[in-house]
């Protein structure tokens, strides 16, 4: 690896030369600093999934080690050199710096970002489902028969009522007008869709999957999860608070959503329809910054749970890093002999890993019997968080020889 000078208060961007055959990126080292956009010469990157979806060649223009560098988590690329290679060297603190310097730089990696969230979203559902990602709207009717099973009413109305707008001649239809007839007085005051700034009461959907998305949000106050139903479960993706964006792929990509987005506790949410979104990235460095950094730690995210995905053989397995990965959300690391009172219930993580209600109850008890965890007042407690990470990182690295 070349030696690069830390970063000068003023934009001093330098130039790393890395002959053929050199490792640029090694995957799993930990928290990288910089990124490298190159300048010329070709580069081999591999994502840390063992799948050949996520490999492919960089040449002049590209960039290689945002996502790592961005979120400031551990590498998730492997990249060498495939001829001699002259690539700039741009440390996570200059980010803004070149912002100022090269917008349209920016704005290329948020629009590259934006395209391989896509592709990873696509590439998980067809890990965990064996499904690809659907573009039929009317399957917002299972969503809505979901929640209105589990006797989510506020849910389940929101949800058929929108499929109703489609206007979808079948049987579906009918039983959704009379559902929805049956359930709109039990549904909460929704804010005021021209209005930017809005707020949404406790346990409301803000937008369902399969709902054509026209706008991303901003959580203000409050906390949003994001969850898919699969095979007849609830699967939390996500829980989000303040100061954290979700809805941005449907807005860059105009597709439908790939998730419901559903409040934990009353919110205040900014809406950005695609008009600001572009003034936005015009005038304010400090929002192409955050988009970035959401971006990357999305797509590290991601990446982790479609290796969590291959453990499908070891629920244990699966459910202990889900947990590290939150753990490493919250920036505890593999040297951080500490404990931690976590938010999530068991049943939280279960649903993280898109376990059936039958294998939590065939599995639960094996994972909350792990020698450092134990639950309080219904959530988790980790005695020693270094112990499990260490543990996760144990069953990955496993997987990972096994499949190679």
């Not at 208060?9 to 053929?20: D, E, G, Y």
């Not at 696509?122 to 690809?132: A, D, S």
């Amino acid at each position: 690896m070349p030696q690069i000078q830390q970063p000068q208060q003023r934009l001093q961007l330098r130039a790393a030369r890395f002959p053929k055959g050199a490792e640029i990126l090694v995957a799993d080292d930990p928290k990288s600093e910089f990124f490298y956009i190159i300048q010329s010469g070709f580069v081999y990157v591999n994502m840390n999934t063992e799948s050949s979806a996520n490999t492919n060649k960089k040449g002049p223009g590209d960039f290689i080690g945002v996502i790592s560098c961005m979120s400031h988590r551990s590498q998730v690329e492997k990249a060498i050199a495939l001829t001699d290679v002259i690539a700039i060297a741009v440390h996570r603190t200059q980010y803004m710096d070149l912002i100022k310097l090269s917008t349209p730089t920016a704005l290329k990696i948020i629009r590259t970002f934006s395209k391989n969230t896509k592709e990873m979203n696509e590439l998980l559902m067809l890990q965990t489902t064996n499904k690809k990602v659907s573009e039929n709207k009317a399957l917002i009717y299972q969503v809505a028969k979901y929640y209105d099973d589990d006797g989510q009413d506020y849910i389940a109305a929101y949800a058929f009522e929108n499929f109703i707008k489609l206007n979808i001649q079948s049987p579906a239809l009918e039983y959704a007008k009379r559902r929805y007839a049956e359930l709109k007085n039990k549904m909460k005051v929704y804010p005021n869709p021209a209005e930017s700034l809005r707020t949404y009461p406790r346990g409301t959907m803000v937008f369902s999957e399969y709902q054509s998305g026209a706008e991303m949000y901003v959580i203000q106050s409050g906390s949003v999860k994001i969850t898919k139903v699969l095979n007849g479960t609830e699967v939390t993706l996500a829980v989000l608070k303040q100061g954290e964006m979700f809805g941005e792929m449907a807005l860059l990509n105009n597709d439908l959503r790939s998730a419901s987005a559903i409040t934990l506790e009353e919110c205040e949410i900014r809406a950005i329809n695609m008009a600001n979104f572009q003034k936005i990235t015009e005038s304010s460095p400090d929002m192409i910054t955050t988009l970035t950094k959401t971006f990357a730690e999305r797509l590290w995210i991601m990446q982790r749970q479609l290796i969590n995905s291959k453990l499908r053989a070891d629920p244990v397995a699966k459910m202990i890093d889900i947990l590290s990965l939150q753990l490493e959300k919250m920036n505890y690391t593999d040297n951080s002999n500490v404990e931690c009172q976590t938010n999530f219930s068991p049943n939280d993580i279960a649903t993280m890993c898109g376990l059936t209600k039958s294998e939590q109850s065939k599995y639960m008890f094996n994972f909350l019997n792990f020698k450092f965890i134990e639950t309080r007042k219904n959530k988790i407690f980790v005695s020693n968080c270094s112990e499990v990470i260490k543990q996760a990182a144990f069953y990955r690295k496993k997987l990972l020889r096994t499949a190679q």
